[in-house]
Structure formats: C-alpha cells, structure tokens
C-alpha cells in the first residue's frame, strides 16, 4: 500500500499562466487530493466564502498568527496583502488521511520546499513566453496598463525560478499540460 504520510503538493506559477485551471484538473481527478485553504488578509470577492477559498483575517489577525510561528509560509504576495499556508491546515488535510495541495505563489513554494523538504512534490507551471503571458492578460481583462506591467515584470522574476521546482510544464496548451500534470502527480501518489 502507498503511504501518503505527510505528502505535500505544491502548484506555482506566474500570474496568468493557467495554474488554477491544472489545478482543478488535479483536483477532480485525485480524491485524495484536497485543497488547501490559505490565510489572506485582502478582501473577500463576492462568491467567495470564508473557510472555504480562504480563511479571511484582519490584518491583526494575520501578524499575530506570524509571531506565533502558526504559518508553515506566508508573503506578502501583492502591495499590503498577505497571504499564507497555516502549519494546521496541513495538519488538517494529513488527518484526514489526505494530500494537500497548495496553490501558492513561487515564494511561498520555495520555502514550503525548503521546510517540508520530505515528501513533498513542487510544480512549476510556466507560460510558453512572457510575451504570450502578456496577451492572456490582456484578454482576462482584469488589469489596468500598471498592474499589468508589474504582473509582466513579476513573472520574468519568477521565471527565473523555475528551476528550483521539482517538474516544470510548460502551458503551451491547457490539455497537454493537464494530461502531463496527472501523470507526475500519479507517479508522485504511488511514490
Ligand atoms: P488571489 O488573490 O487571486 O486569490 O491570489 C493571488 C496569488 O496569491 C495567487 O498567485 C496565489 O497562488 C497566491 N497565494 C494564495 N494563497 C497563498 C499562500 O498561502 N501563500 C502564498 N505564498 N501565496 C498564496
């Protein structure tokens, strides 16, 4: 039988390079996956509940858990908004016999990495360019021209990273890059 003991994995990407959909993907077809819910301290969207994508708190809140050394990571992934994956959360998922996944910026996945250096599983999810990663933004529509420079400038930077992670797919194409994360993430399962 395979032991999930203590398993983690880890999903990062730039901004607006399809980790969510490959996320999902996973999600859907390994029961034994579960998501991890992370801390954050920006607002809540209209559909989102707490608990649920996220355990929304005050900025309090959140500082205090940092001085009780309560995160396995946390960043402050945009300006004044923090973000981070709480040491019970983990445990939670563990207790349930289950693996977690953590859908985590690409600083938060290194030190994830360097913490839970066992057992732990990291994929970097990469656009095929910058230049294509620009254009799927562009068409989300989300980002006026300066918070669109600093995702663009943003991914360079973690671009540069990419080597740090355990596997790297390139997301050319949604359902390539899925039928390549499920067959690395069954390997990771059995291991
Ligand atoms: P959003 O605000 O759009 O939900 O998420 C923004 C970014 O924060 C995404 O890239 C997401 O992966 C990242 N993120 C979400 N939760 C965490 C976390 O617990 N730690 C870190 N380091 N990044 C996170």
Not at 103 to 120: C, F, R
């Amino acid at each position: 039988m395979n032991s999930h003991h203590q398993k983690i994995l880890i999903i990062t990407a730039p901004s607006g390079a399809g980790k969510t959909s490959i996320t999902h993907h996973l999600m859907h077809h390994f029961s034994i996956l579960s998501f991890s819910v992370s801390a954050t301290t920006r607002n809540a969207r209209c559909n989102e509940k707490d608990g649920v994508d996220y355990y929304f708190l005050s900025d309090e809140e959140f500082k205090k858990k940092i001085q009780l050394k309560e995160f396995a990571e946390w960043e402050m992934v945009y300006e004044g908004k923090y973000y981070g994956t709480l040491k019970s959360e983990l445990k939670r998922i563990w207790g349930l016999g289950k693996v977690p996944v953590l859908d985590i910026d690409v600083k938060g996945a290194l030190h994830v990495q360097q913490q839970y250096p066992e057992n732990t599983m990291s994929l970097f999810i990469e656009p095929p360019s910058v230049e294509e990663l620009k254009k799927r933004l562009i068409s989300r529509g989300t980002e006026n021209e300066d918070s669109l420079n600093a995702r663009v400038n943003k991914a360079s930077y973690e671009i540069g990273f990419k080597d740090h992670f355990d596997k790297v797919i390139v997301n050319d194409n949604l359902e390539n890059a899925c039928m390549k994360a499920l067959s690395i993430v069954e390997e990771f399962l059995k291991s």
